[in-house]
């Protein structure tokens, strides 16, 4: 079986520009952005289009909801009936922060993030066993299922290593179970 490597290099600020622009044009013709806005893009996504697509893609959705005279996103916008929604540096700034965090519950981001919880318990790194477990809850994760993925966890990568964590993991769904949201929130 061969290989194939490829290079990911940083776009540099006007080959992002021009990537914004066309998609606010295709996308959202009655969308505007301030110039500061493309320049702001470039520098806190450190050259990655998919995170500043990402970001002013939160930032215009925010927007567009925001506005009274603006259909929704599942209707296309007319330029002649459509208000002009403005999209600032505040608001990618906000767009930015709010796409990290980004959770679809019954979508694949779903299925990534308890992948990477389930990587971050077998790799012994708490911390990002910790932050994938709480981005799951705040996004409104179930905690039973994620307390049957750890059974789930204990039984198959942990093992005889420790065999009191399966009676661990069974305790946390079981008391889970009896409990539920949100007293059985990490504290």
């Not at 490829?6 to 066309?22: A, I, N, R, V």
């Not at 995170?51 to 599942?74: F, I, K």
């Not at 790799?123 to 409104?140: I, Q, V």
Request: hydrophobic share 40%; with cysteine.
């Amino acid at each position: 079986m061969r290989s194939q490597w490829g290079f990911f290099f940083k776009d540099d600020t006007s080959s992002l520009s021009y990537c914004f622009l066309s998609a606010i044009i295709v996308c959202r013709p009655c969308i505007h952005v301030e110039r500061k806005v493309l320049n702001t893009l470039a520098y806190l996504c450190d050259g990655d289009a998919r995170v500043a697509l990402n970001g002013l893609q939160m930032a215009v959705q925010s927007q567009v909801a925001s506005c009274p005279g603006v259909e929704g996103p599942e209707q296309p916008l007319h330029p002649h009936s459509c208000s002009i929604v403005l999209i600032r540096e505040e608001h990618v700034k906000e767009g930015l922060q709010r796409s990290h965090l980004l959770y679809d519950r019954a979508g694949e981001e779903h299925y990534n993030c308890i992948s990477a919880l389930h990587k971050s318990l077998r790799g012994s790194d708490e911390n990002a066993g910790l932050y994938w477990l709480a981005r799951m809850l705040e996004g409104g994760e179930s905690p039973l299922f994620i307390a049957r993925r750890l059974i789930c966890f204990a039984c198959e990568d942990v093992g005889l290593a420790d065999p009191a964590a399966l009676s661990q993991a069974v305790a946390a769904f079981q008391g889970c179970h009896l409990i539920g949201m949100p007293a059985c929130e990490i504290k």
